[in-house]
């Protein structure tokens, strides 16, 4: 959808000089405006109420009190397409030394209790972040179930993933069983698209689907699809060390993020959740 002068001249930004569309995922539409020189990115969802991007930003509020991110500036509805305005960042090169001992300081801001202020519509389903004591019971019961649920409303799953997929949750409840987990404030979605380094080199977090959960359902993400070199993982190890036996427990968490991606993408995810589930 093409945006004219009319809709721009609706946002709390006066004088706009230019506005362009930029690359900004698939989810929302994003475009770069220039005010006095200054500029700005913009995300766009069309037909949906202002709040549609309250999680994004009560996440990045939460997530900047231990890293940099972007600044959420206005938030409203025009149109009846709902937008958010966010400070503009150079993207530069940077360490990835640097990176992992901001995610381990990101692990390190904990809560009493398992998930977050607010809910998270996505493209698949809701987020159901009510609070719980549990970590077990919250990632089976709020994350993994409803999942497989809209897989196999959408012909996605069969026998062999549910009865493999019941014997992983089965392992997950008992290895949890007795076990303390801390609530770490976690990205929730930390591939290698959302991290970047800023002009001043800086690591910054973007695009966050906040959650207190274990700090092993972030790291699994960023086994998933690369882009977290060996200087990321000895940083963050030696500024929050890792667990022992952690790779026997990534996948699980690996399942998560490539089941969502069978959920939305299909069946040229099915052998990735396979691979995992036949460990169980």
Not at 133 to 162: I, M, T
Request: with cysteine.
């Amino acid at each position: 959808m093409s945006r004219n002068h009319q809709w721009f001249s609706q946002l709390p930004i006066k004088n706009i000089e230019s506005w362009r569309p930029v690359s900004g995922g698939d989810i929302n539409e994003a475009y770069q405006i220039t005010v006095d020189g200054k500029r700005y990115f913009i995300k766009v969802q069309p037909h949906h109420p202002a709040d549609y991007f309250r999680h994004e930003i009560n996440g990045l509020k939460a997530l900047s009190q231990a890293v940099n991110t972007p600044t959420p500036l206005h938030n409203g509805v025009i149109n009846g397409d709902a937008y958010l305005v966010l400070n503009w960042l150079d993207e530069s090169t940077g360490s990835q030394t640097d990176l992992g001992r901001a995610v381990a300081r990101l692990h390190q801001q904990t809560n009493d209790q398992f998930g977050f202020v607010d809910n998270h519509q996505t493209k698949a389903l809701v987020k159901d972040n009510s609070w719980n004591d549990s970590w077990a019971d919250f990632y089976v019961n709020q994350r993994l179930l409803p999942e497989v649920k809209v897989a196999a409303d959408r012909g996605r799953w069969n026998r062999w993933r549910e009865e493999h997929f019941q014997q992983m949750v089965k392992q997950f409840q008992q290895y949890y069983r007795g076990r303390d987990v801390k609530a770490s404030l976690l990205h929730g979605d930390l591939w290698a698209g959302n991290f970047m380094f800023a002009g001043d080199h800086e690591p910054y977090l973007i695009d966050p689907d906040a959650v207190y959960g274990d700090r092993e359902f972030d790291l699994a993400m960023t086994t998933v699809f690369g882009g977290f070199d060996e200087d990321f993982y000895h940083a963050y190890n030696a500024a929050y060390p890792f667990t022992p036996g952690i790779n026997d427990r990534l996948p699980w968490y690996r399942f998560y993020y490539l089941c969502m991606h069978l959920v939305l993408f299909g069946e040229s995810y099915g052998p990735a959740v396979d691979r995992i589930l036949s460990q169980y």
